[in-house]
């Protein structure tokens, strides 16, 4: 309906003896309303001597009030959580005041400025995003007629398979519970499989020589808290939800996550895209032991067909207290294209100390001390990116010192001033002037990127989102999301990032857990092995490459095994890394022991559900291929399938169903390479 009527009245009352009952107001709610809908409520009083006045606060932006009436007029012009004070004072002069709550709804408004292209028989999917309105909100089509195979469901989800190519231009009109409504005109381009709309690459995919990533992190506050930060958590939701599905970015590190479930309603609401928070027990090590289920949470989310979560980890745990409570979350990532190449990166999202007091400086620049001293340690030739919350800017502290009444130098000195290692994507803004909250001129949600990620940054691609959305401030966040772009050139598929020779070797095998040794309650460690594959068409000598497990690669363990010069890897043909020198068949030439005294796949111990990650790493260090599990069973290794593909996916060695349960050094199906 596009108007309410709520009359709010009590039988006028007499005690009996002549005497008039003293006014009394209703108790009764304020029923919702939307911007810009008609809105009517009657404050009638019961008692009181005639005639009754009725005086009121401010009433709400837009409203007016009648005070011989009681009455309250919309429509309102601004959304929020409103208090109306109503007083009503007879003729007597005795009063009563009540205080009434009034939720005015932001109007909906269509954020979804375009529609993807889809293919002639093609599955389709992409869901409507409008901000505002009071839930549920529902879509139908107004005007013109979509493809054939193609529906609009009231959730706003476009989905099925279209027949017929051409443009299909169409309105759509979105409406709220209210009955307040936004319309939109767009366009559906239907196309043939493989043809272009502009002559160029097709769509799917980049153009040649290109391999672009888009990274992102904003502090979404307090998000699913219903104490603390925006009132409206539908609201809240709705616009988050606008924010990242117009934005488009590949990786976004997410921080102040409180509720879980908001967080997956979130999820569920943006085709494509997977993520998870710091608590999550499945999916990172650690997280449960450090975030509760009201903490203020860390995150990331990322588009599923462009991103493979390798491992997931909350590190630096000892320095707890100075991250305010919110150690970092590391991630190291795959990050992929349709072609089959890859690169990897690791991403660390944190949430620093917050506030400008000298205390909260000092646990920032302690943090600062040991991030550095971890990436420096553990990460020193990897591509890395830390993102999130910062708390503080790079050209100077937020803080003051109480001694000298200036700024601090910046908590992050350490890294602006190892140029040679670390830059950050946004400092140019901070040194610009530009701010990246809602209130306040400083920079404080940086992204810091290595000299190797640096090489692929997209100069001047960092910038800073303001979403179009009304009353933004109190309805989303008092945090801006900041992308940055990157474009890693001609891929690795294998080899160098900007060409040269190409390396197409692969891991194709491997066995984390074995059996006992026979005859014993003895686990047979040295069976544990790792199988590579050469799917070029010229021989590789694999002298100086390394094989590590997640701990040795991050720089706690040393090195698994590091193949001598003149190891060489035949096209077409397989070599076997085992962890111990019993399990090498004899006569192999094509199979060794690990040099570093083992492979300790399962962190060394051989249980399922422990979990780990087999990295093949070059002499550069750059990674050339890795595998990440979590569970295990006793003899059964894990192949691509199909086998022998760089491709391919990892399953058990079992459901290649070849009766074998691992074929170290042979095919699959036993056979020889």
């Not at 001597?49 to 309250?72: N, Q």
């Not at 492979?599 to 291929?625: A, E, I, K």
């Not at 979590?630 to 996916?649: F, L, W």
Request: net charge negative; charged share 15%; hydrophobic share 35%.
């Amino acid at each position: 309906m596009a108007g309410m009527l709520a009359v709010l009245t009590l039988l006028s009352a007499c005690d009996g003896r002549g005497t008039t009952v003293p006014p009394q107001l209703p108790a009764v709610e304020l029923s919702p309303t939307t911007v810009g809908l008609d809105y009517e409520a009657m404050f009638t009083a019961s008692g009181g001597e005639p005639p009754l006045r009725y005086t009121v606060t401010p009433p709400p932006p837009g409203f007016s009030f009648f005070t011989g009436e009681g009455r309250l007029l919309g429509p309102g012009s601004e959304a929020g959580d409103f208090s109306i004070t109503v007083t009503v004072r007879d003729a007597n002069g005795t009063e009563h005041v009540r205080t009434y709550a009034l939720r005015v709804w932001a109007r909906p408004e269509v954020t979804s400025a375009t529609l993807p292209i889809a293919r002639t028989g093609g599955s389709y999917e992409h869901v409507l995003v409008a901000t505002g309105g009071r839930p549920p909100l529902e879509w139908e089509v107004v005007e013109g007629a979509l493809p054939t195979g193609i529906e609009l469901h009231p959730d706003g989800l476009l989905n099925g398979q279209p027949q017929g190519e051409g443009n299909y231009p169409v309105t759509l009109r979105v409406k709220d519970a209210h009955g307040a409504e936004a319309r939109v005109q767009l366009g559906l381009q239907v196309l043939a499989p493989g043809e272009t709309p502009d002559g160029g690459a097709p769509d799917g995919g980049p153009h040649e020589g290109t391999f672009p990533l888009s990274v992102a992190n904003w502090n979404i506050e307090w998000f699913g808290d219903p104490q603390n930060g925006p009132t409206n958590e539908p609201l809240q939701l709705s616009n988050v939800q606008a924010v990242i599905a117009d934005a488009g970015v590949d990786i976004w590190g997410l921080a102040e996550i409180v509720n879980t479930a908001q967080f997956n309603e979130l999820k569920a609401r943006l085709p494509g895209y997977d993520g998870f928070l710091a608590d999550d027990g499945t999916r990172v090590s650690s997280g449960t032991s450090y975030y509760g289920a009201n903490d203020q949470k860390v995150g990331v989310l990322f588009k599923s067909d462009v991103v493979q979560v390798l491992r997931a980890d909350v590190v630096m745990l000892n320095q707890s207290w100075d991250f305010g409570g919110r150690p970092p979350l590391r991630v190291d990532l795959r990050i992929l294209r349709p072609d089959g190449a890859s690169v990897d990166v690791t991403a660390l999202i944190l949430h620093m100390k917050a506030y400008a007091g000298a205390a909260d400086y000092a646990r920032r620049l302690s943090a600062s001390s040991g991030l550095k001293d971890y990436l420096d340690l553990r990460l020193p030739t990897q591509r890395v990116m830390v993102i999130g919350d910062w708390n503080d800017d790079v050209d100077e502290s937020i803080a003051t010192n109480p001694d000298t009444g200036r700024k601090f130098e910046s908590p992050y000195r350490n890294f602006v001033s190892d140029t040679a290692r670390y830059s950050f994507t946004t400092e140019a803004l901070s040194r610009a002037g530009v701010g990246s909250t809602t209130s306040h001129s400083s920079f404080i949600s940086h992204q810091l990127v290595s000299n190797e990620m640096w090489d692929s940054y997209v100069p001047n691609s960092a910038r800073v989102l303001r979403p179009n959305i009304s009353g933004y401030r109190n309805n989303t966040s008092d945090h801006y999301p900041i992308i940055s772009r990157f474009n890693f050139g001609q891929p690795d598929s294998g080899g160098p990032r900007n060409g040269g020779s190409q390396y197409p070797v692969f891991i194709n095998e491997y066995l984390p857990q074995t059996g006992n040794v026979p005859g014993t309650s003895t686990p047979d460690y040295d069976r544990q092995f790792v199988e590579l594959v050469n799917g070029g068409t010229t021989a590789v000598d694999l002298g100086g490459w390394k094989i590590h497990d997640a701990n040795s690669q991050a720089g706690s363990d040393p090195v698994r095994h590091v193949f001598p010069a003149g190891t060489m890897i035949h096209p077409g043909k397989s070599y076997v890394v085992y962890s111990g020198p019993t399990a090498v068949p004899l006569g192999a030439t094509n199979a060794t022991s690990a040099s570093g005294g083992g492979l300790y796949l399962n962190r060394g111990v051989n249980q399922g559900s422990s979990g780990d990650t087999v990295f093949l790493v070059r002499p550069d260090n750059t990674v050339q291929d890795s595998a990440g599990y979590q569970d295990t069973t006793v003899g059964i290794s894990y192949n691509r399938s199909p086998d022998g593909s760089a491709t391919g996916t990892w399953v058990p060695h079992t459901q290649l169903q070849t009766g074998l349960q691992a074929s170290p050094g042979q095919r699959a199906v036993g056979a020889e390479f």
